[in-house]
DNA sequence: TTAAAATACGACTATATTAGTCCGATTTAG
DNA sequence: CTAAATCGGACTAATATAGTCGTATTTTAA
């Protein structure tokens, strides 16, 4: 099957962690040793998150992260793009290099597979980080 | 977004091919210049769709493929279960391997990545040749 | 004012997966 | 017998993902 990159699994666990969480800020150590995750590794997506406004942050010795929006708010759509780019189910829908691809005037799948990936953004856009919790 | 692999897009682009077309039996190299795919990789691909017996071959100087299914009985999911494996939308879920990942017992996404496993399961399995006709 | 602990950022390396090639064998019509 | 096809496995190349490292900056508290 189809397989979700560990950035976005990890986002999705510790998106869940600060939706479930009472504390108001909690460190990327804090996290990545709850669950195991390389710390450096997931600094980085919380950065990233944090930069996307997902997250607020504080810096300095007490620092950390908190969530920013509601979990119900945060798609996993989002973050998937977020993280694996926006790149099309197939390589030629790829926004601007359709055109590109050297088949595409006698491409007979394009549009089945147009649709495919339209139906299957819906569908992540519906789930969202709520859904996990 | 989440990509089709090379395979799993040739496999369709041929056996809609087969679907479409009036020849009984086709053969890789017709059908990889026709869309300037590899022939060894397609080839390879063909051998395995016979292997299921959703093709039935022919050896020989005149030999080839022809379709041994309706293409509404050929499913998305099924074709990518047989080139891309059965491994899961995470690493955790590879059937058997659960029960291993280290941090299985407290993990918190398990239920509903599961969930979101079978939805896009049978969203696949809905999705026929005969669609991309 | 200094040390510790956090975020911030970019370059780098390692690993895994995917894509594609190559070689040799077998089959079969002409 | 030869050409052209399927068959099958091992191999290589290319790409994408996962993870690491180093350094700078921020902030609190001793």
Redesign the interface.
Known sequence: ????SKKV?YS??AL??FA?SKETYLTAKEISN???IPHELLAKILQRLSKEKILTSNQGINGGYKLNKQPSDISLEYI??LF?G??????CINGKSAGEC??FD????KD??IK??K???I??SS?KIS??V
């Open positions: 099957m189809i397989r979700l699994e999705i666990i869940k962690y479930i709850k669950y195991k998937i793009k694996d926006e790149k099309g189910i197939v390589e050297c088949i006698e491409c007979t799948i089945p597979i495919l990936q139906e299957l953004e569908y992540f789930k859904d996990f």
